[in-house]
């Protein structure tokens, strides 16, 4: 799986009763052939919840987006993969646009 794009949003907890920050990415993602994701017609995104509390960051949700008609896709994360994109979020949660 490699990240192709991404765009980041700050979630806002208006009641205050959520600890620590949510930030909402969406992740353009590239599989590769052998993937039970790849679709040689059909783009995939990642939308990801990650919480940032003190000095802890994790993957609160995500889930598979099929780009071309919006549906969500049944399909988890390998942990190799988790990690990859919890690094990648923990680099580029800041690049708030």
Not at 28 to 48: A, C, K, T, Y
Request: aromatic share 10%.
């Amino acid at each position: 799986m490699k990240i192709t794009s991404y765009e980041v949003d700050k979630l806002n907890d208006p009641t205050g009763i959520i600890t620590g920050n949510r930030y909402e990415f969406l992740l353009g993602i590239e599989v590769p052939e052998d993937d039970e994701l790849f679709d040689e017609n059909n783009s995939l995104d990642l939308r990801v919840i990650l919480v940032i509390e003190e000095t802890e960051a994790r993957i609160v949700q995500y889930h598979f987006i099929n780009r071309s008609n919006g549906k969500v896709l049944d399909f988890g994360l390998e942990d190799e993969e988790e990690a990859i994109v919890l690094s990648f979020c923990k680099e580029h949660y800041n690049d708030i646009i």
